[in-house]
């Protein structure tokens, strides 16, 4: 298991940015693909992005492609989700999570570890 701390979350208005950290403890943070999820009140923890362990695949769910951007810097142990063109909508409590699974997954069954959440409130 990987101890993970998300930062970075806040309040922004409608069209603004932010960006996400999410730094991880252990010596073999490469050997994990990461993923961004995100859960609003009331419903279903969802699927935002996920990262290889080298970082040369990535993986975003519909709604946030062109938006946001998902990277890692294994050298700091800290995986990013940058977001532009915020929505309202996108306003949620963000996750990152890790697994060690061959493949890239969306499913967050097939996450092991996670962190406590930062809180992203987008303002209309």
């Known amino acids: 298991q990987v101890q993970l701390v998300e930062s970075g979350g806040g309040l922004v208005q409608a069209g603004g940015s932010l960006r996400l950290s999410c730094a991880a403890s252990g010596r073999t943070f490469s050997s994990y693909a990461m993923g961004w999820f995100r859960q609003a009140p009331g419903k279903d923890r969802e699927f935002v992005a996920t990262?290889?362990?080298?970082?040369?695949?990535?993986y975003y769910t519909d709604s946030v492609k062109g938006r946001f951007s998902i990277s890692r810097d294994n050298a700091k142990n800290t995986v990013y989700l940058q977001m532009n063109s915020l929505k309202p909508e996108d306003t949620a409590v963000y996750y990152c999570a890790a697994h060690r699974r061959v493949r890239l997954t969306t499913l967050p069954r097939d996450f092991g570890s996670w962190g406590q959440g930062t809180q992203v409130t987008v303002s209309s």
């Open positions: 990262i290889s362990g080298s970082g040369g695949m990535t």
